[in-house]
């Protein structure tokens, strides 16, 4: 044991293993601990690797399974008749063969993938047959075309792109900036959420469902913070991609008066500070000057060179277009107003709000 430990000494001291027995048992050590990651790293991208071929080849197989079925349900006089009692059949001459994974609904899925991506070059090996599974219950194509492209953008769990479906973020995207982001619906379907500027980042309302809270139950902004705190995790994820927590309450001292901002965040795509202010009152303009000062300090005192301007965002109850708009306006500094609510927003609301914008932006423009 002194032997031992007098090697490890030497080593620590000098850098070099010493000689003799003692050292040969120390080198060994420590070779063998070498090997072992190596070996580790070496089983691990493997194991992924497999992974990642069993999928393609599941989704490929699947793909063709609802290829069949359409080239054959064209094929067929009365095609009603067809999708009613051919795919039960199938799915039991299936199951009895090959055993689960045959069922009359994953037989209809796949035939919607198929429909759905007629070329499977642009299936994504990203996803699993989950997720597509989940994505071919939305039938409005851009809508799942926009939910594919965040899953495999942000890698959400299947229950993460569960969450964000019942939330609306969809539609919430839309609505955030009012009419004047209308145009990009198609990109929003084809590209899903760019990042390049700070207004990318905004949602209008905030879902906060994963809190627990009964709507109408008043709280205090210390409690909620104490509550998205806890659930950081699941807050992150209705933020959006890039967010890093850095703290809450984080001190500001300005001629010997403290302030505190009560959330504080890093976004690693825009490569900027966000500062989150909450209020559960409407959005006053004392909290938007309150926030542009927090945010001067962070742009002059906290971010370095390569630090874009820091961004800062009101969440509260509720808010007043008119009023938002002479609160926010004239500011130097990237300042938001969201709302935020406790439970899920009515989706078709939501949904009729979307088509009613859509509506008044398809409309021709009038000739003067």
């Not at 001629?255 to 009560?262: K, L």
Request: charged share 25%.
């Amino acid at each position: 044991m002194l032997k031992r430990c007098a090697a490890i000494l030497f080593l620590y001291y000098t850098g070099y293993p010493p000689s003799g027995k003692g050292a040969l048992k120390l080198s060994n050590l420590t070779h063998t601990d070498s090997m072992m990651n190596e070996i580790r790293e070496l089983l691990l991208n493997a194991r992924q690797r497999v992974a990642v071929q069993v999928n393609t080849e599941l989704l490929s197989t699947y793909w063709n399974v609802g290829k069949i079925i359409v080239e054959y349900e064209q094929e067929s006089k009365d095609r009603a008749d067809y999708g009613k009692q051919t795919l039960k059949e199938l799915s039991k001459g299936l199951t009895k063969e090959f055993g689960k994974g045959f069922s009359v609904s994953n037989l209809y899925n796949m035939r919607l993938f198929y429909m759905h991506h007629k070329k499977f070059q642009t299936v994504s090996g990203k996803l699993s047959w989950s997720h597509y599974c989940e994505l071919l219950t939305i039938s409005d194509p851009d809508k799942r075309s926009f939910y594919e492209k965040e899953t495999i953008n942000s890698g959400w769990s299947i229950r993460e792109l569960k969450r964000q479906i019942s939330t609306s973020l969809y539609e919430r995207l839309l609505l955030s900036e009012g009419k004047t982001n209308k145009e990009t619906v198609l990109a929003l379907a084809e590209k899903g959420i760019e990042m390049t500027t700070p207004s990318d980042i905004i949602k209008d309302p905030y879902v906060f469902e994963f809190l627990g809270v009964p709507e109408n139950k008043p709280l205090l902004e210390s409690d909620l913070e104490k509550a998205l705190v806890a659930q950081i995790e699941k807050f992150l994820l209705e933020l959006g991609r890039g967010f890093m927590f850095v703290g809450t309450q984080q001190r500001i001292t300005l001629n010997n008066t403290h302030y505190y901002v009560d959330m504080v965040f890093y976004n690693k795509i825009l490569r900027a500070y966000v500062l989150i202010e909450l209020k559960t009152t409407k959005l006053t303009p004392e909290a938007a000057g309150q926030l542009n000062m927090y945010l001067n300090y962070y742009a002059a005192e906290v971010n370095d060179e390569h630090d874009n301007p820091p961004i800062g965002i009101i969440l509260c109850t509720d808010k007043d277009s008119v009023a938002a708009e002479y609160a926010l306006g004239g500011l130097s500094n990237n300042i938001f107003a969201s709302r935020y609510v406790s439970y899920i927003p009515n989706k078709e609301q939501l949904i009729a709000q979307v088509e009613a914008v859509l509506d008044e932006w398809h409309k021709p423009e009038k000739e003067f």
